[in-house]
């Protein structure tokens, strides 16, 4: 089946149907910025999309026809971003920052890896939302949201899996922007850093009965201190998905699981309740 690769159509509007054997047997033979991560074609990138029922679930979103656009200026780093049928900020769905490239752990954190360089996916920003809904009622965002997800936190992590699976990395890498992303990512990602992976899980175990997203804020707001009275501001760490044995039995081993519970015994947090109301408050004001 010869292949097209459309410039101004939209990213798709029908059920795509490829082999994906089509595609596996030509990834070495492209290079560019135009493509993505310098290798795909916008009906490669369809393939991982329809394989992994994103197209499907758009549909049962009304997210349909879908746009998209690629902005490969900062190569290799490259913005791609899918949109409900037009081009438009307000539209969007899919915002991601991402690239290929080799991070070298620090040595102090990972004496036990096998190898001192490792080859990942970097997802440097990933926004999933559906703009045909709005925050309303009950319903209130996270720090960051301007429209409730797609709840398609799973699928979309298969794709990434099964990206750098077929472009052989050692695991994908990730930077949370927020606290709460960190928290969420926890089911399948793990800090390089074992204290920051005790810190955040300490964080969510000295409060159990605040609800996640009132959690969420809390920090966002920089409304929670430590024991020793200074304000706890979030700062973002590497956070992994290993795919390579070496990355596998380092967070699986016993030196990393001490020292990530070693760290949450020093560590003590509080909420400061009449910071927090103050600039809820504020917030709601401005709408």
């Not at 101004?8 to 910025?33: A, C, H, M, Q």
């Not at 703009?131 to 996270?142: R, T």
């Not at 009965?209 to 959690?215: D, G, H, R, V």
């Not at 990530?260 to 910071?275: H, M, P, R, T, Y």
Request: proline share 6%.
């Amino acid at each position: 089946m010869k292949k097209t690769r459309p410039k101004k159509s939209p990213f798709w509007r029908e059920t795509p149907v490829f082999d994906e054997r089509e595609i596996i047997t030509s990834l070495t033979e492209k290079e560019g910025t135009s493509l993505f991560l310098g290798r795909y074609s916008l009906s490669e990138v369809a393939v991982a999309l329809n394989k992994k029922n994103f197209f499907k679930e758009a549909q049962k979103r009304k997210l349909w026809p879908l746009e998209h656009d690629l902005d490969s200026s900062e190569f290799p780093l490259q913005r791609f971003r899918i949109f409900y049928k037009k081009r438009k900020p307000e539209n969007m769905v899919v915002d991601l920052k991402i690239k290929e490239g080799a991070f070298r752990p620090k040595k102090r954190l990972t004496p036990h890896l096998s190898h001192s360089e490792c080859n990942f996916l970097i997802l440097e920003w990933l926004t999933l939302q559906n703009p045909l809904m709005d925050f309303s009622g009950e319903k209130s965002p996270l720090p960051g949201q301007k429209h409730p997800g797609l709840n398609l936190g799973k699928k979309v992590l298969d794709i990434f899996v099964y990206l750098a699976r077929l472009t052989q990395k050692d695991g994908i890498l990730a930077f949370p922007s927020y606290f709460h992303n960190a928290l969420l990512f926890s089911r399948n990602f793990h800090f390089l850093n074992p204290e920051k992976q005790g810190e955040v899980f300490a964080i969510r175990k000295f409060f159990p009965e605040i609800p996640f997203k009132q959690l969420a804020w809390i920090v966002h707001l920089n409304c929670l201190r430590d024991k020793n009275g200074r304000y706890y501001e979030w700062s973002a760490e590497e956070q992994v998905y290993p795919l390579s044995k070496s990355l596998k039995k380092y967070f699986e081993s016993k030196t990393y699981r001490e020292k990530a519970k070693e760290s949450q015994k020093d560590l003590n947090f509080e909420i400061n309740w009449e910071c927090y109301k103050k600039k809820i408050k504020k917030m709601e004001k401005k709408g």
